[in-house]
Nanobody
Framework: QVQLVESGGGLVQSGESLRLSCQAS????????WGWYRQAPGKQRELVAR???????NLGDFVQGRFTISRNTAKNILYLKIDSLRPEDTAVYYC?????????????WGQGTQVTVSS
């Protein structure tokens, strides 16, 4: 089992930047991919960015170069930096990990961190 705890959200003004963090614990060795999703009020959860251990990255359609995913493997932390924040980036941002353990795939979600962008 993998536990994920996000931090770094908050209320910011349009144009500012934020860096979100996701601390992983538990069965870290089982993670083969992890990333970030977001869910705005009244909308479905959508992919922001996903990175696999082979360094392949999948990015959401809206990313447009403003979102950067990175990781500190020594500390088991995944980051998401968001530049030039816009009001439409307001959402709860969730960390997500995909695991493979004993031949079974599974996934874990964090509790989410709220990002609110004022115009």
């Amino acid at each position: 089992q993998v536990q994920l705890v996000e931090s770094g959200g908050g209320l910011v003004q349009s144009g500012e930047s934020l860096r979100l963090s996701c601390q992983a614990s538990g069965s870290i060795y089982a993670i083969y991919a992890w990333g970030w999703y977001r869910q705005a009020p009244g909308k479905q959860r959508e992919l922001v960015a996903r990175a696999a251990h082979d360094d392949l990255q999948n990015l959401g359609d809206f990313v447009q170069g403003r979102f950067t995913i990175s990781r500190n493997t020594a500390k088991n932390i995944l980051y998401l930096k968001i530049d030039s924040l816009r009001p439409e980036d307001t959402a709860v941002y969730y960390c997500h990990a995909e695991t493979l353990q004993n031949g079974r795939s599974s996934y874990s979600w964090g509790q989410g961190t709220q990002v609110t962008v004022s115009s």
